[in-house]
């Protein structure tokens, strides 16, 4: 207690004039409020910039994890990344023990040799990376069916770009939105306060962050309360850090991803504008860490599937501005669900009219990977051929203006996702 104590007294005392506009003064002759002490100085400490600092006296965040990759990967890259044999492996893929501030550099290395990134699993514990292992559970055969022509038209109808340009203008904004850093968690607590607005006057929706125990970047979970069938529940997302190379360097990250979040954004917004109440849930979810090994996607699949959920499908939404190829929406054909896959080109031809194709992208290259490993349909829709994507992602140069200073292209995105969400929660 007497620890906690000094540390509170420390972090009022030096939060100052941060801590005050973060909503709370203390007012030592009156007494002090606890709680809103700590919100105010974490908040105060987080604005401030840089690493988040490890109270005295707490246990420092994790500092060691378990790395699942494709072996054929680990022998591409420089040997130096990998100083140790791995601990457990099968045919395919390796498991390494690795320390948590280097896995940016990891992924910096597969993102100069083969272009994508994560392209593994970070886990906080070797028993789950051992799972990684195992071939993934049969995800349930089920039918897909097209008959919401109405609404599907109003939805996409509804969608405009410059919603999308002020969602990607805001998060590049930031310095960077790394997992460990302030500005990454500013960035998440942002995107909160944003999604928020959508639940007034709505009782059935609702706004929360996931928080994660290895990192202090939060997801962001909106909720939209199935009318009739609550507990069947359709996913939408796309992660919201970004990084450039590795350490504190600007990663404004406009397509990889603010795009992808902004619309997930935009799908929300023209589902409520429209009144749209769906039969089953639709959870929009902005995750964390993604760069970081898929961790806060892992997290909450994992969690999702500890706790039974119903998962009938998920859409990931990750790098979808920059339009380097002919076609103008890809699916990503491995570790995802072929069935899901073809029911989204029936939606786009159907629907929408676009042109679309498939591609690879190899272990682990983003959020769909959590899902499709924990038993549930996941689909994954980019920008371009996986040669074409955007040359500026992990780079200082990642901005609206790499992507023409437009969001055209994400806005055919979020019309698919509007489709693919009025189809699967009716």
């Given at each position: 207690?007497?620890?906690?104590?000094?540390?509170?007294?420390?972090?009022?005392?030096?939060?100052?004039?941060?801590?005050?506009?973060?909503?709370?003064?203390?007012?030592?002759?009156?007494?002090?409020d606890?709680?809103?002490?700590?919100?105010?100085?974490?908040?105060?400490?987080?604005?401030?910039?840089?690493?988040?600092?490890?109270?005295?006296?707490?246990?420092e965040?994790?500092?060691?994890?378990?790395?699942?990759?494709?072996?054929?990967?680990?022998?591409?890259l420089?040997?130096?990344?990998?100083?140790?044999?791995?601990?457990?492996?099968?045919?395919?893929?390796?498991?390494?023990?690795?320390?948590?501030?280097?896995l940016?550099?990891?992924?910096?290395?597969?993102?100069?040799s083969?272009?994508?990134?994560?392209?593994?699993?970070?886990?906080?514990?070797?028993?789950?990376?051992?799972?990684?292992?195992?071939?993934p559970?049969?995800?349930?055969?089920?039918?897909?069916?097209?008959?919401?022509?109405?609404?599907?038209?109003?939805?996409?109808?509804r969608?405009?770009?410059?919603?999308?340009?002020?969602?990607?203008?805001?998060?590049?904004?930031?310095?960077?939105?790394?997992?460990?850093?302030?500005?990454?968690?500013?960035?998440?607590?942002?995107?909160?306060?944003?999604?928020?607005?959508?639940?007034?006057?709505?009782?059935?929706?609702?706004?929360?962050?996931?928080?994660?125990?290895?990192?202090?970047?939060?997801?962001?979970?909106?909720?939209?309360?199935?009318?009739?069938?609550?507990?069947?529940?359709?996913?939408?997302?796309?992660?919201?850090?970004?990084?450039?190379?590795?350490?504190d360097?600007?990663?404004?990250?406009?397509?990889?991803?603010?795009?992808?979040?902004?619309?997930?954004?935009?799908?929300?917004?023209?589902?409520?504008?429209?009144?749209?109440?769906?039969?089953?849930t639709?959870?929009?979810?902005?995750?964390?860490?993604?760069?970081?090994?898929?961790?806060?996607?892992?997290d909450?699949?994992?969690?999702?599937k500890?706790?039974?959920?119903?998962?009938?499908?998920?859409?990931n939404?990750?790098?979808?501005?920059?339009?380097?190829s002919?076609?103008?929406?890809?699916f990503?054909?491995?570790?995802?669900?072929?069935?899901?896959?073809?029911?989204l080109?029936?939606?786009i031809?159907?629907?929408?009219?676009?042109?679309?194709?498939?591609?690879?992208?190899?272990?682990?290259?983003?959020?769909?990977?959590?899902?499709?490993?924990?038993?549930?349909?996941?689909s994954?829709?980019?920008?371009?051929?996986?040669?074409?994507?955007?040359?500026?992602?992990?780079?200082?140069?990642?901005?609206?203006?790499?992507?023409g200073?437009?969001?055209?292209?994400?806005?055919?995105?979020?019309?698919?996702?509007?489709?693919?969400?009025?189809?699967?929660?009716?």
């Amino acid at each position: 207690m007497r620890i906690l104590t000094g540390f509170l007294l420390s972090l009022i005392l030096t939060g100052g004039a941060a801590a005050a506009r973060a909503g709370y003064a203390p007012d030592f002759d009156s007494g002090i409020d606890v709680r809103l002490a700590i919100e105010a100085a974490l908040d105060a400490a987080s604005s401030a910039g840089g690493l988040l600092p490890e109270p005295q006296g707490r246990p420092e965040r994790v500092q060691t994890v378990w790395v699942s990759m494709e072996k054929s990967d680990v022998a591409a890259l420089d040997g130096a990344l990998f100083k140790s044999a791995p601990v457990a492996q099968n045919k395919r893929i390796a498991i390494y023990e690795y320390k948590t501030d280097r896995l940016s550099e990891l992924a910096d290395g597969m993102q100069r040799s083969f272009f994508r990134a994560p392209g593994f699993f970070a886990h906080d514990t070797l028993e789950s990376a051992l799972e990684d292992l195992k071939a993934p559970p049969a995800v349930p055969a089920r039918a897909y069916t097209l008959d919401q022509a109405a609404l599907v038209k109003d939805l996409a109808g509804r969608v405009k770009e410059e919603p999308v340009l002020a969602v990607i203008n805001a998060l590049s904004a930031y310095k960077n939105r790394g997992s460990r850093y302030a500005t990454g968690v500013d960035a998440s607590k942002w995107l909160q306060k944003e999604w928020a607005k959508f639940a007034e006057g709505r009782p059935d929706i609702s706004v929360a962050p996931f928080k994660h125990a290895a990192f202090p970047q939060e997801s962001v979970v909106l909720t939209v309360r199935g009318a009739s069938e609550p507990g069947k529940v359709i996913v939408i997302g796309g992660h919201i850090d970004s990084v450039a190379g590795y350490g504190d360097t600007p990663a404004p990250g406009a397509d990889d991803n603010a795009s992808g979040a902004a619309v997930t954004q935009e799908v929300v917004r023209v589902l409520v504008e429209s009144g749209y109440r769906p039969a089953k849930t639709l959870k929009f979810i902005g995750f964390a860490a993604e760069e970081a090994g898929l961790r806060g996607s892992a997290d909450i699949a994992a969690a999702f599937k500890k706790e039974g959920v119903q998962v009938e499908g998920m859409l990931n939404l990750d790098m979808v501005n920059y339009k380097g190829s002919e076609k103008d929406i890809y699916f990503v054909a491995d570790n995802t669900s072929p069935d899901q896959n073809a029911f989204l080109g029936k939606l786009i031809d159907t629907y929408l009219g676009y042109t679309w194709g498939t591609l690879k992208c190899g272990y682990g290259c983003s959020d769909h990977a959590s899902w499709t490993k924990n038993g549930y349909p996941a689909s994954y829709a980019f920008e371009s051929t996986f040669e074409a994507h955007s040359p500026f992602i992990h780079k200082p140069t990642d901005t609206l203006a790499s992507c023409g200073g437009s969001a055209v292209h994400a806005a055919k995105f979020a019309r698919l996702a509007a489709a693919f969400a009025a189809e699967l929660a009716k």
